[in-house]
């Protein structure tokens, strides 16, 4: 993502996308260093940032934020729970606010090198009649891991853009904010998130709540509240206005792999991913009293209680929409470079995008065109109905074929309900999404199942899904296919289903076995490889080209893939190489001061190599390849107990 801190207006550029309005980016956190502190368990990162004085109106506040690796270290080893606050306004002598405005959880990052980083975003509208002047924003890092060797490094950047707010914020409350015991009777979750009252006490005619919920901990009944999927209610004036289960799938987690247990579903959240709000509206009027109240589904651990949910829930008061006909896109997720729909992208499906309504009607049509040289015309009519304030992820069918052709792609919104939108500055964005490989008319697929049988389907499909599946299959555990495609000129897509969501290679089911995917050309050389630890599936879109120029990804080569990565020191190494080459394969210390395996294979191409080195005592290892005067280096946790 291109990150610039500008103080005047500029093009926007941000996570791939750019649209034609007024934008400020204000950085609080520019590449700190953070680490845990063991001795408290977190570890707070306050700074001060200077955002536009009180004069300036903000349409809406984006939240993006970048991790790396330090210089010289480790990434930091475990999920914990980051959280960016809103602690001082005005100055330092001003008393804290204690505003969470952000949740997210890192990522399990030791398999990380150095050239990795990964920004996620969330809008925080909702928080800018507070982001003026001057700001203390603090960056917390949980945790309990060594703080020597490792950490991250993380830039906060806040993007303003400037313009008339969709609703005059009036203020907000606190409604709950904590940590909250889940489970335990002598301290019943309900004793805490009992009904709130409140006043309208700024004349405002609507209220929004928003909504942070995660569950954390690991008890000996059901898990929770990590591990265990439970229900929440939410009431407004004692009418249920919503149920849902605090439960998010990760097997499509968009950062992968990751060295842990990424794809385990959990309570609301994922390793290596933003926690977005859940937000409900409603409309008052006068000076009239309510009551808002969350009821989370009974549950009791009579032997150990530790299972908690980690709250943040704040009330805003609104004024309503100016705008009786105001529609806005927010998002371009197809086409997109954003790190977050790397799974979705590079493509040549139909584009996805996200719009919302910030008028006053309920918004039951627009017309979506595509901005392009071509000399035809890319035109959509979505109809619908979106309540105000609501979003909608829609897909202009009727825009995707050229796509593909390369450059940006620019979208613009006109005419909401049939009418004169009337704020038009926020109606058009432009990605820059990365190009589709081009490969030629003949290429194999090769896949090797593992053990598991819930890999249960590969298949090409013709223009990115849109068309037949002209080569698709079952597959069985423990079985190699091979198969010579010939998929014609135009788009198409490969796509690997697993329903468990744990791939063909994951550590904490070695039983399962290993497995890959490759595409190779005719001559057995490699195109392209996929990491097998991909979890609930591949998307992998690509051209065909009469003339296209002979690929081989050397870059990725030699393929060097250890199973499990973590062991009890007996594992398997997957070697590929295009050519039958001379190979000399060495395992070392984390620190480099001892070897302890050493072994060489003459004319090799592709093997699945036993190695055993079980003798060695818990710890890090690398493994280092080398084959056609290149050195490829893996890294491995043994540890012999579980």
Not at 539 to 557: I, N, R
Request: hydrophobic share 35%.
């Amino acid at each position: 993502m291109l990150i610039r801190w500008i103080a005047v207006f500029v093009l926007f550029f941000c996570a791939g996308v750019s649209a034609q309005v007024d934008t400020i980016h204000v950085i609080s956190h520019n590449k700190t260093k953070i680490v845990t502190d063991p001795t408290k368990g977190y570890n707070a990162y306050p700074k001060w940032a200077l955002f536009p004085s009180m004069v300036t109106d903000y349409r809406k506040v984006v939240l993006y934020v970048k991790y790396q690796c330090p210089d010289s270290q480790n990434c930091g080893e475990w999920d914990y729970v980051d959280n960016v606050f809103l602690r001082r306004v005005g100055g330092a002598a001003t008393s804290s606010k204690d505003i969470e405005i952000a949740r997210l959880i890192s990522p399990y990052g030791w398999r990380f090198d150095s050239t990795w980083s990964f920004t996620w975003h969330v809008d925080i509208t909702d928080f800018a009649f507070l982001l003026h002047d001057s700001v203390e924003v603090e960056f917390n890092h949980d945790g309990y891991e060594d703080n020597t060797d490792r950490g991250w490094v993380i830039t906060l950047d806040f993007l303003v853009i400037e313009g008339k707010p969709a609703m005059q914020c009036l203020g907000m409350d606190t409604l709950w904010h904590g940590s909250i015991p889940y489970g335990d009777s002598t301290k019943p979750i309900d004793s805490v998130l009992h009904r709130i009252a409140f006043t309208n006490k700024f004349d405002a005619d609507l209220v929004r709540m928003r909504i942070l919920q995660t569950g954390h901990g690991m008890d000996d009944s059901e898990n929770c509240a990590e591990f265990c999927s439970k229900w929440r209610k939410v009431y407004f004036d004692d009418s249920l206005v919503d149920q849902k289960q605090i439960w998010r799938s990760c097997g499509n987690n968009s950062l992968y792999p990751q060295a842990g247990t990424w794809l385990f579903n959990r309570a609301g959240w994922c390793p290596g991913s933003m926690v977005q709000p859940d937000f409900y509206d409603y409309p008052i009027k006068g000076k009239s009293s309510h009551s808002v109240g969350i009821e989370m589904e009974p549950y009791i651990n009579r032997s150990k209680p530790t299972a908690n949910y980690r709250i943040s829930a704040y009330l805003f008061y609104y004024k309503k929409p100016w705008a009786k006909n105001d529609v806005s896109i927010e998002e371009v997720i197809v086409p997109s470079s954003d790190d977050e729909y790397s799974r979705l992208n590079p493509t040549c499906s139909s584009p996805s995008i996200v719009i919302k309504n910030n008028g006053r009607k309920p918004l039951t049509s627009v017309v979506v065109d595509r901005e392009s040289q071509e000399p035809e015309a890319f035109s959509y009519q979505w109809t619908g109905s979106l309540a105000p304030q609501q979003s909608a992820e829609i897909a202009p069918h009727s825009m995707w074929p050229q796509i593909y052709n390369g450059g940006d792609f620019s979208v613009r919104l006109a005419k909401p309900n049939g009418k004169r939108d009337e704020y038009p500055e926020d109606n058009s964005m432009t990605s820059h999404p990365r190009e589709l490989p081009i490969y030629g008319k003949q290429l194999i697929l090769e896949l090797l199942n593992n053990n598991d049988s819930t890999i249960d389907r590969y298949g090409i499909t013709d223009q990115c899904g849109l068309g037949r599946v002209w080569k698709g299959k079952l597959i069985k555990p423990r079985t190699l296919y091979r198969d010579t495609l010939s998929p014609g000129v135009g788009c198409h897509v490969l796509i690997v289903t697993d329903s468990a969501g744990d791939g063909l290679d994951f550590w904490a089911n070695p039983e399962a076995g290993y497995g890959y995917v490759r595409l190779l050309d005719m001559n057995g050389h490699l195109i392209k490889a996929f990491n097998s630890d991909f979890g609930s599936g591949i998307y992998h879109a690509f051209l065909v080209s009469e003339d296209a120029q002979p690929v081989s990804d050397t870059a990725d080569l030699p393929i060097v893939n250890p199973f499990p990565v973590r062991n009890k020191g007996e594992f398997t190494l997957d070697f590929f190489n295009n050519d039958p080459t001379d190979v000399q394969i060495s395992i070392v210390t984390e620190d480099g001061s001892k070897t302890v395996y050493d072994a060489g294979y003459a004319n090799l191409k592709e093997a699945l190599l036993p190695i055993n080195i079980s003798a060695q005592p818990d710890g890090i290892y690398l493994i280092k390849v080398t084959a056609d005067d290149k050195t490829v280096t893996r890294r491995i946790r043994i540890k012999h107990k579980d």
